[in-house]
């Protein structure tokens, strides 16, 4: 398996711009989660699905984020417009249902690094 | 709320050095408990899990025990290795309906030196 694909690796943008943000997950996996990391922060949670629909994007700055899964292999996380504090790196993860509700791991994705200059 | 707080780092051990990375967890039910692990350049890894009180995670060396006495997931190796340096994530996971939401650590540095 290729394992969860996020594109690009690296992007370098200027404040105002429009990012998009691409992850494909495991083939099968119900959950994609959204996370970002900095220094200052840590890492958070951004929004996660479930079979497509958004369950929580309670960390999600609603304002400039938006977040959508169109198709079970294809989500995207989109800013608009960037300011220089969304500069982190932004990880994709899924997962699949456990039987009777359990927790099933997270794969993580590579990473996007995103500059915002 | 539900939050990890790990040891701070970054934790500097030489080779065959015994490591123990503190983690101590605040949760309303009951969580499972995770280390993660995070190379230079890559995304996050389970390294491994325990999903109840008194369970052991192990893996590649690692061990950690989840006690709920004390709310505590400590991360112990008996011997580091130089490829062991890398980021260790805790977190938890509380099930509530069919979510599974991760909460992590802020993370901890180990550098292991020859």
């Known amino acids: 398996d290729a394992g969860v694909i996020q594109s690009p690796r690296h992007e370098v943008t200027e404040m105002g711009q429009e990012v998009t943000l691409r992850c494909k997950p495991i083939?099968?996996?119900?959950?994609l989660f959204w996370y970002r990391q900095t220094m200052m922060q840590g890492l958070e949670l951004l929004v996660y699905?479930?079979?497509?629909?958004?369950?929580?994007d309670s960390g999600m700055p609603k304002d400039r984020f938006s977040a959508k899964m169109p198709n079970a292999s294809f989500s995207t996380l989109k800013i608009q417009p960037s300011e220089p504090r969304d500069s982190a790196v932004y990880f994709c993860?899924?997962?699949?249902?456990?039987?009777?509700?359990?927790?099933?791991?997270?794969?993580f994705g590579p990473g996007t690094r995103l500059t915002v200059l | 709320g539900n939050s990890v707080t790990q040891m701070e780092g970054p934790v500097t051990l030489s080779e065959e050095a015994f490591l123990t990375i503190n983690c101590t967890y605040t949760a309303t039910g009951y969580p499972s408990l995770f280390w993660y692990v995070q190379y230079p350049g890559e995304g996050l890894q389970l390294l491994l899990k325990a999903t109840k009180a008194d369970d052991k995670g192990s893996n590649k060396g690692f061990e950690a025990t989840y006690r709920k006495e004390t709310t505590s997931f400590h991360l112990e190796k008996g011997s580091v290795q130089v490829s062991d340096s890398a980021v260790y994530f805790c977190?938890?996971?509380?099930?509530?309906?069919?979510?599974?939401?991760?909460?992590f650590g802020t993370g901890t540095r180990l550098q292991v030196t020859l």
């Open positions: 699905f479930n079979n497509k629909a958004v369950m929580d």
């Open positions: 083939s099968g996996h119900d959950y």
């Open positions: 977190a938890l996971s509380l099930i509530t309906g069919t979510a599974s939401k991760l909460t």
């Open positions: 993860a899924s997962s699949s249902r456990g039987r009777g509700g359990s927790y099933n791991e997270q794969f």
